[in-house]
């Protein structure tokens, strides 16, 4: 005769499934969240790495915006420099010289846009 009664090893071998069942669901469970932790972790990387990129391309823009401050300002004080030795022409005819000052505005302007070198301003002054 077996000591342990038939009923208490079935009601045993069916804790011992259950808990299987159940370490098994907690295992899958872990491996899920092994792989979310995974995804989480390449798109933090990839946020990290267009982050960087968006902070160059803004440094970048910082320093052309202020040496396009600086150009601007330049271009400024050549228009005064043109037009305080003389009055304007009684027609609002532009001066020659302040026109090729922003011709050289406007192709510095154009090459920019294209990606090009900035071309320095011109210090051509006087009539043509």
Same mark, same amino acid.
């Given at each position: 005769?077996n000591?342990?009664?038939?009923g208490?090893?079935l009601?045993g071998a069916g804790?011992a499934?259950?808990l299987g069942a ?9 491996r ?8 989480l972790?390449a798109?933090?990387a990839?946020?990290?790495?267009e982050?960087?990129r968006?902070?160059a391309a803004?440094?970048?823009l910082?320093?052309?915006?202020a040496?396009e401050?600086? @150009?601007?300002t #330049?271009?400024?004080?050549t228009?005064?420099?043109?037009? %305080?030795?003389r009055?304007?022409?009684? *027609?609002c $005819?532009?001066?020659?010289? @302040?026109?090729r #000052?922003l011709?050289?505005a406007i192709?510095t302007?154009? %090459?920019?846009?294209?990606g090009?070198? *900035?071309? $320095? ?8």
């Amino acid at each position: 005769m077996n000591p342990i009664p038939i009923g208490w090893c079935l009601a045993g071998a069916g804790a011992a499934a259950l808990l299987g069942a159940w370490g098994g669901y907690a295992v899958c469970d872990w491996r899920r969240d092994s792989a979310d932790l995974a995804k989480l972790q390449a798109a933090v990387a990839q946020v990290e790495k267009e982050t960087g990129r968006l902070k160059a391309a803004g440094d970048k823009l910082e320093e052309s915006r202020a040496i396009e401050r600086s @150009a601007s300002t #330049v271009r400024e004080s050549t228009i005064r420099e043109i037009y %305080r030795d003389r009055p304007a022409a009684a *027609d609002c $005819a532009l001066d020659p010289a @302040a026109g090729r #000052v922003l011709d050289d505005a406007i192709a510095t302007a154009n %090459r920019r846009a294209a990606g090009e070198p *900035d071309g $320095a301003v011109s210090a051509r002054r006087g009539p043509p």
